[in-house]
């Protein structure tokens, strides 16, 4: 997995990084072979915000704005998590077997 911290406003401190990583680990282990996981952090006056997004496959972005960058990772790292548990329950809904090719019940 490659992961790119990017500053835009701010500088991404070693502290900053290692929590971000810490957040995406929860997610990540949900999802097998993820290639690529790209976050922004950016300062805007007085709006922190947050932007991954995920690659495999399929990409998955999600942007969290807050006060505080911390409050804004941390809401970003459940969005994602809320993400990639909905986009697995989608792929696990489509592998059920065609109703012509079931036996009928009694």
Not at 51 to 78: C, H, N, P, Q, W
């Amino acid at each position: 997995m490659n992961l790119n911290i990017t500053g835009r406003h701010v500088e991404v401190t070693p502290a900053i990084r290692d929590y971000v990583s810490t957040k995406l680990d929860r997610v990540i282990r949900h999802f097998d072979n993820v290639t690529s996981v790209a976050v922004i952090l950016s300062v805007e006056k007085l709006k922190q915000k947050a932007e991954v997004t995920l690659s495999r496959g399929k990409d998955l972005f999600v942007e969290s704005d807050d006060a505080d960058m911390y409050a804004a990772i941390d809401s970003m790292a459940d969005k994602l998590d809320r993400q990639v548990q909905k986009y697995k329950q989608k792929m696990a809904d489509h592998n059920h077997e065609a109703l012509k090719h079931q036996e009928p019940e009694a």
